[in-house]
């Protein structure tokens, strides 16, 4: 059994030009970020870099569409290695780029072309939770097909992956919930995988341990106090990621693509909106088993008394992130009544990958039961 897989270095700094002075970029680099992190971050340093914003080719999350078109920007220019600076979108867009890119990159998706890794890669995370710098996944769009599909390959590792907490003060307060939300959920979905091994559990508790510490200090006095907690926060998101990255994430991750492709949802909201349900669901069909030790472990960070049941931890737990961002009726995101069983379907028939990942099965019925309660 393999207990864990960390490809990439993991280098840390507190600044950009910190990282620049000991780890120079330059010419034979191709920089991919946005405008405003290259206006903060890059152009203060002087350094001279090829850059490209994948902006310029759409919004959101990545599509084959905006990734054959920046290939054919990159084709410009003389490099040996690609430096992407942002959020998920730009370390999922870079993770194929440093491919050879077949003519259209959708055959990359969908196994017509042979991942071959071509070009160097570091990945410097500017939102604290994707993971993404550390994980071989990267997800795209496929436009023709309209679905989501992602590729996980050893040749999709990136070889550097830096940790700078300066690359996101300038994250609002609403992205830094929903990108650190996205992490606790990974952090919690490791945890309880069956495929966790005590390696990946050490990662999943400290990045659980270090995300609710630096919310209690944002609860208590207000959204100004993330600052100070910013390193936390950064490497609890690689910790959940090299956790899940290995264990997998599973029924939350599942259930939130129903919400998030069709209403387009930012990833961290849209799992928001379903992971205490989940919990609950787990807890009442399986309380004796590891969630229990979850359970003990939220009771005791949440100050919570030691006669609460384990349902009760998990309702206090909602209202906790509750008041960091709001929980909505699924409805009011434009869902349907009659999307309670599409979307159900879509995720039994789409979502394996991830539902093999859960800490006890749940059928058709009792994830429609879900969407149900949360409808
Ligand atoms: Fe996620």
Do not use: W
């Amino acid at each position: 059994m393999q207990a864990l897989k960390l490809v990439p270095t993991i280098l840390y700094f507190d600044t950009v030009a910190a990282f620049h002075a000991e780890y120079p970029m330059g010419e034979r680099d191709l920089l991919v970020t946005s405008k405003g992190l290259y206006e903060s971050y890059i152009k203060p340093i002087g350094v001279r870099i090829p850059v490209i914003y994948p902006k310029r080719y759409g919004e959101g999350e990545p599509t084959d569409a905006m990734i054959d078109a920046i290939v054919r920007e990159a084709g410009a220019y003389d490099y040996d290695r690609i430096i992407a600076l942002g959020g998920g979108t730009i370390l999922d867009i870079c993770k194929v780029l440093a491919l050879d890119v077949p003519e259209k990159s959708e055959d990359l998706y969908t196994g017509v072309a042979a991942p071959v890794k071509v070009k160097k890669l570091v990945c410097i995370p500017t939102t604290c939770g994707t993971g993404s710098e550390v994980t071989n996944v990267a997800m795209a769009e496929l436009t023709r097909f309209h679905i989501k599909k992602g590729i996980a390959v050893d040749e999709t590792f990136a070889d550097l992956a830096v940790l700078i907490p300066e690359t996101m003060e300038r994250l609002p307060f609403r992205v830094f919930v929903t990108s650190s939300i996205d992490a606790l959920i990974h952090a919690v979905e490791s945890y309880l995988s069956p495929k966790a091994t005590p390696f990946t559990e050490l990662f999943s508790l400290e990045a659980i341990r270090l995300i609710m510490k630096g919310y209690k200090a944002i609860v208590t006095g207000g959204e100004e106090k993330r600052f100070a907690y910013l390193k936390d926060f950064v490497i609890a998101s690689n910790y959940a990621g090299i956790a899940f990255g290995n264990a997998g994430c599973a029924a939350v991750h599942a259930l939130s693509y129903s919400i998030g492709g069709a209403f387009h949802v930012p990833h961290g909201e849209a799992n928001y909106q379903f992971f205490t349900a989940v919990m609950k669901k787990y807890a009442a069909k399986a309380p004796d088993g590891k969630i229990r030790e979850l359970t003990e472990i939220l009771r005791a960070i949440l100050d919570l008394d030691a006669d609460a049941v384990q349902l009760a931890v998990y309702d206090a737990l909602d209202t906790f992130l509750g008041k960091l961002i709001e929980k909505k009726p699924l409805k009011d995101f434009g869902m349907t009544e009659a999307q309670i069983e599409t979307f159900t379907a879509q995720t039994v028939g789409n979502q394996q990958r991830l539902l093999v990942n859960n800490y006890v099965s749940l059928d058709d019925v009792e994830l429609r039961e879900i969407f149900e309660e949360l409808f």
